[in-house]
């Protein structure tokens, strides 16, 4: 990411019908445990990300390449399955002895919270066009599922219902070049708060003009100086929801003319538009007889339903957090309490 920085916005899904969505049980998706409180993690143009801050992110490391090999990010959005960019693989070779690190924000230091996992599988999106940047998406399924804690956790993807051009608390994260110009990618996670872009204004005359897709997003400021750059591809774009604390995957960082460019923002791919795309090549979704889905709407159409929550459980794999942890830290909590407080039962708030 350079640093100028820019915003992005991010939406989980609801669910359709009952063997074809990608739903997560209540509070599985878009959670970030290890997260300052609001107020004090603010972003302000490109800043270092805490441990833990954007849990669903993954490095995508070739071995060949210099330094740490990392090419592109991506983002979990199943135990076993990460969603990124088509033009990460475009000259791609060997992939299964590419690498995807899990729970990373130091590159160079690996901690014990970091997964890495092999490639069993590449899906790139079969009308991906490298020339037009179209369709910039693919999935990766990791050879073991990762396991889910402080410091990894699923992004939600949203479907066509969640109104994502309302959402305003947008970020971007990537260990992308800072370097508007030239660098290879940063050692330590990068993150920047950017605001999504009406895709009139992104694809007018002095903006894009006509470059952007229909599903596309552009996040970032007018005048430049906060942006995803190169190594950020494949990385997400979150934003959160309205009404509670989770995010939301709304995008795919995907390209952009120079990085931090004023009327140059970056260009994202809208994950709520290849939504039913990835529930088929995940096999949540039967491809033939998929029934048509609603498309996204348009801002100002009032939606007649309630909005999308990452609720109920589907068939969609959960990556919960793990509870025994949870329950176990809670015993020595009161274990402790109960010493300080000469065996009597704490107080409860
Ligand atoms: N295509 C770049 C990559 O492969 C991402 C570029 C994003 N550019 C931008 N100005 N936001 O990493």
Avoid at 8 to 32: E, I
Avoid at 128 to 134: H, T
Avoid at 212 to 234: E, M, R
Avoid at 311 to 326: D, E, I, M, N, V
């Amino acid at each position: 990411m350079t640093v100028d920085a820019a915003m992005v916005t991010f939406s989980c899904k609801r669910q359709l019908s009952v063997p074809c969505t990608l739903t997560y049980p209540r509070g599985t998706c878009g959670l970030r445990p290890m997260a300052a409180q609001p107020g004090t993690s603010r972003v302000v143009g490109g800043t270092d990300a805490q441990a833990g801050a954007w849990p669903w992110i993954v490095s995508i490391q070739d071995p060949w390449r210099a330094g740490t090999g990392h090419i592109c990010g991506g983002s979990l959005i199943s135990p076993r399955w990460v969603l990124t960019a088509a033009h990460c693989f475009v000259k791609a070779r060997h992939v299964n002895a590419w690498r995807v690190v899990i729970g990373a924000t130091h590159l160079t230091q690996l901690g014990p919270d970091t997964q890495v996992r092999n490639i069993k599988r590449l899906v790139v999106h079969e009308d991906y066009s490298s020339v037009w940047e179209r369709n910039d998406i693919a999935l990766l399924e990791l050879d073991q599922p990762v396991q889910c804690g402080y410091h990894v956790q699923l992004a939600c993807v949203p479907d066509a219902s969640l109104r994502v051009s309302e959402l305003t608390n947008c970020y971007v994260s990537g260990w992308g070049s800072t370097m508007a110009r030239a660098g290879g990618p940063t050692d330590v996670l990068q993150e920047a708060k950017v605001p999504l872009i009406n895709v009139h204004l992104c694809n007018s005359s002095r903006w894009y003009a006509g470059a952007v897709h229909p599903h596309n997003l552009c996040a970032g400021y007018p005048w430049g100086g906060i942006d995803t750059c190169q190594g950020d591809s494949g990385g997400p774009l979150v934003c959160q929801d309205n009404n509670a604390e989770y995010f939301w995957l709304v995008g795919v960082t995907s390209w952009g003319r120079g990085c931090a460019r004023a009327k140059r923002p970056g260009v994202y791919t809208s994950t709520q538009h290849f939504y039913d795309w990835i529930l088929v090549q995940m096999g949540l979704l039967p491809a033939a007889t998929a029934p048509p889905r609603p498309r996204p709407v348009a801002t100002s159409t009032p939606l007649q339903r309630p909005p999308p929550t990452p609720a109920q459980a589907g068939s969609f794999t959960a990556c919960p957090f793990p509870r025994q942890k949870l329950v176990e830290f809670f015993k020595l909590l009161q274990e402790l309490l109960q010493v300080l407080w000469g065996k009597k039962a704490p107080a409860t708030a």
